[in-house]
């Protein structure tokens, strides 16, 4: 139960590192994958993916597409909305750290 919980709690703050990320260079989700789990977030490739395409239809994120050593790599970057919400979710996280920190 408590792990479920938790999950979806951290569902929006994995959506907030990505934008980080992809506000400052293109991402692709193998790299997120590797990224996440260094903070201590532990996702599969089927649960990022579907988050990835979610922030792209919501118009956060734009996709490339790349030809990397002959395959096809999707590229994401974080677009002007994504920037805006990203900003808002700092401010948003920030006060809430503060509140919540002792």
């Known amino acids: 139960m408590e792990d479920k919980i938790l999950r979806k709690l951290f569902l929006g703050f994995i959506?907030?590192?990505?934008?980080?990320?992809?506000?400052?260079?293109?991402?692709?989700?193998?790299?997120?994958?590797?990224?996440?789990?260094?903070?201590?977030?532990?996702?599969?490739s089927g649960t990022l993916y579907p988050i990835l395409h979610g922030m792209e239809s919501?118009?956060?994120?734009?996709?490339?597409?790349?030809?990397?050593?002959?395959?096809?790599?999707?590229?994401?970057?974080?677009?002007?909305k994504g920037q805006t919400v990203l900003e808002e979710a700092r401010k948003k996280a920030y006060e809430l750290f503060k509140e919540i920190k002792d």
């Open 15 to 44: 959506q907030i590192h990505i934008l980080h990320h992809a506000l400052e260079e293109p991402i692709y989700g193998a790299w997120m994958l590797e990224e996440l789990k260094e903070h201590g977030y532990s996702i599969s």
């Open 58 to 80: 919501d118009g956060l994120l734009m996709k490339e597409n790349r030809n990397v050593d002959g395959k096809i790599r999707k590229y994401y970057t974080a677009t002007p």
